[in-house]
């Protein structure tokens, strides 16, 4: 953010505000149809972006004072003004422009030319250079390729279809993904907001510390369930480091890890935390909105690979202190459990609430969000109540709880900002993509996959990681589940193996997210850094490192769907599928981090990942193979390890 002055800053305050009570009244009080909807916080986001970030990012102090002594006064709001008209502009005239739909006046191909140039410049404010340089290779291939070679030529398109496709319909822009972070994403985004601002936070790192903190490498497994916590709430790996990062980090260092270890455990925790339902990041509203399920069925699909994830990475964090030979939190330093629930367990109730809306209740994800937020309130009101100085009024009392409210509301706007300009500039790519190109990428993945399907699954896994190194999540996955979900479902036809949509879906949102730690960007691991003063870069490769346990997962659930409880039904098939999947896990962490109950000896390397593949999918072997062989000859395996290491330490 540039540096705002008090004017400017209640500027940015008052919009903020107005766009969190704009979005809390659309499931209660106002009805607006799906284009007013997007158009109108689009405008919002605009509007922000071009009055708080600069033109131009890291500039030294002096060149950027140069510039800002050269600068037009007000040009800020002057572009803001006229970015959210431009967004606007479908909603006032959207009878017009539906009866001249393909054949745009000149004021519609103005403000259509206009709200693209917007949302591009916009974009690259608040997510970097990356997304705007791909949506305008789009925009050039979409016009440029009937002049290109055979194998990569397209028919073309013109202005005008080009601008009905894009930015005068409810395709493009204002398609699909702005519609979720306008409905759900924006309201999630503002509960977890103020739940950190009320001490929510604070709340869940003392509760994990009070739980595993006199354990060997306890700080760490405390962030581990911390960042799983505060990540089902949040839905960002930066804004999850920033809060727990700051307290379990320098805990972590204390009692002996290395600053790159533990910077890097909790760039792992807290990127999965993306993985931990309900919120799960902006792009699991938009898994089911593609999918064209319930978000409920979204929810139930990810539970099992995002809970054995983190159970790998506690035992990682469990290896790392065997190997450092490290114990845990002196005593005196460990919060009481009981303590620690008295003083917080009104910050449990609007999740638990949220969980029950959506699992039992089964309410739409933006009527339950709802509900949590005005169950938050009275919890936030209690919080500042409970820590009051005992001599203050009720007048202090009530100035100190709205300060609170603002300050979520004004975080949760300004975290909205990057979520609902990816989603529009992603749509920019969607909508050309839907225009024929899909087809002939479609073409071009397959003559280079040759029809392998794992060959195309590595294909699709580490282009999300090269695009998510300079996307953020959300874009990550819309870019890359248009292109190629759909080729992962077809080509798994053509060999007998059912890949249902979800999972293809979620194999390219599951790269997606491990983007956020992958050198040589890796934003998270940047910010980690910073706080355990480490060098970045080792540390996101020590990240990476960590997150190798994540990448098998999505392989896994792809050949055995049952990991997402596709086609299951019962509690105890379920509860057995997560034990296994998650001993397998850990037994595959064992091998890429050397150690089992003692360092491994190279025979028992194929033993310990023969079981892991089996335990993660039993049928591994050969369709005819029976689940049960299957488990019984993993179970074996792992026996075997164990026999093997314990003889070798006597």
């Known amino acids: 953010m540039i540096q705002s002055t008090t004017v400017q800053y209640k500027i940015i305050s008052v919009i903020s505000v107005c766009w969190a009570l704009f979005q809390l009244s659309l499931p209660s009080l106002v009805i607006l149809d799906s284009v007013k909807r997007r158009t109108i916080h689009l405008a919002f986001a605009m509007a922000l972006v071009f009055i708080s970030l600069p033109l131009i990012k890291g500039l030294p102090k002096k060149i950027s004072a140069f510039f800002q002594r050269i600068s037009i006064p007000g040009f800020g709001y002057f572009l803001a003004i006229v970015a959210a008209v431009s967004s606007l502009y479908l909603m006032l005239d ?260 949220l969980m029950i809306e959506l699992l039992v209740f089964r309410r739409s994800a933006e009527k339950a969000v709802f509900s949590a937020i005005l169950i938050l309130i009275p919890v936030v009101l209690y919080e500042q109540w409970r820590i009051r100085d005992t001599d203050s009024s009720i007048a202090t009392l009530l100035k100190t709880f709205g300060k609170v409210l603002l300050q979520g509301c004004i975080t949760g706007s300004k975290n909205m900002v990057p979520v609902a300009l ?120 020590q990240g990476f490192l960590y997150d190798l346990r994540t990448t098998i997962i999505p392989f896994m659930f792809i050949f055995n769907t049952e990991l997402l409880l596709f086609g299951i039904t019962s509690w105890l098939q379920g509860i057995w599928i997560f034990i296994t999947a998650a001993i397998g896990a850990c037994l595959f962490t064992a091998v890429m981090q050397g150690r089992f109950l003692k360092p491994n000896r190279w025979y028992e390397v194929p033993l310990l990942l023969g079981a892991s593949m089996l335990l993660f999918n039993p049928r591994i072997i050969g369709d005819s193979m029976s689940k049960g062989v299957g488990y019984s000859c993993g179970l074996a395996l792992l026996g075997l390890v164990v026999v093997f290491q314990k003889l070798g330490r006597r």
């Open 422 to 541: 990816a989603t529009a500039a992603a749509g920019i790519i969607v909508g050309i993509i839907n225009m024929g190109i899909g087809s002939m990428i479609i073409q071009i993945v397959e003559i280079l996959s040759g029809g392998n399907i794992m060959l195309l699954l590595i294909i699709t896994a580490l282009a999300s990681l090269l695009l998510g190194m300079g996307l953020p999540t959300t874009a990550t996955y819309i870019v890359m589940a248009s292109l190629t979900a759909p080729i992962l479902v077809e080509i798994g036809s053509l060999y007998n193996l059912v890949i249902p949509l979800i999972a293809a879906h979620l194999f390219c949102f599951y790269f997606g997210i491990l983007a956020d730690d992958t050198p040589p960007v890796g934003l998270a691991s940047y910010a980690a850094a910073a706080i355990a003063e480490s060098e970045p870069i080792p540390t996101g490769i």
């Open 94 to 353: 959207w009878q017009g422009i539906a009866t001249r739909s393909g054949i745009p006046n000149s004021r519609d191909i103005f403000f259509g030319i206009l709200v693209v140039l917007f949302v591009l410049e916009a974009s690259r404010r608040a997510v970097g250079p990356a997304l705007p340089i791909i949506a305008l290779l789009f925009i050039l291939y979409a016009f440029l390729g009937p002049h290109l070679p055979s194998l990569f030529a397209f028919r073309g398109v013109s202005l005008n279809k080009f601008l009905t496709q894009t930015s005068l319909s409810s395709e493009g822009i204002y398609g699909i993904p702005l519609g979720v972070s306008a409905r759900i994403v924006y309201l999630f985004v503002l509960m977890g907001a103020i739940l950190e601002a009320g001490g929510a936070g604070r709340f869940f790192i003392t509760l994990a510390l009070s739980l595993l903190g006199r354990f060997r490498g306890g700080p760490a497994k405390a962030a581990v369930v911390a960042s799983g916590m505060m990540g089902s709430i949040s839905g960002s790996s930066i804004a999850n480091i920033v809060t727990t990062g700051t307290f379990t980090i320098p805990l972590m260092k204390k009692v002996g890890y290395p600053a790159k270890k533990a910077a890097a455990i909790e760039v792992a925790a807290s990127t999965d935390g993306q993985l931990m339902p309900p919120i799960m990041g902006a792009a699991a509203f938009i898994i089911a909105e593609y999918v064209n399920v319930p978000y409920i069925e979204v929810v139930k699909a990810a539970a099992i690979p995002a809970l054995v994830s983190y159970c790998a990475l506690f035992y990682i964090t469990h290896l790392e202190a065997c190997k450092l030979d490290l114990k845990g939190m002196a005593v005196r330093d460990i919060p009481k459990f009981v303590d620690t629930i008295k003083e917080g367990w009104h910050f449990l109730i609007p999740p638990l609430f």
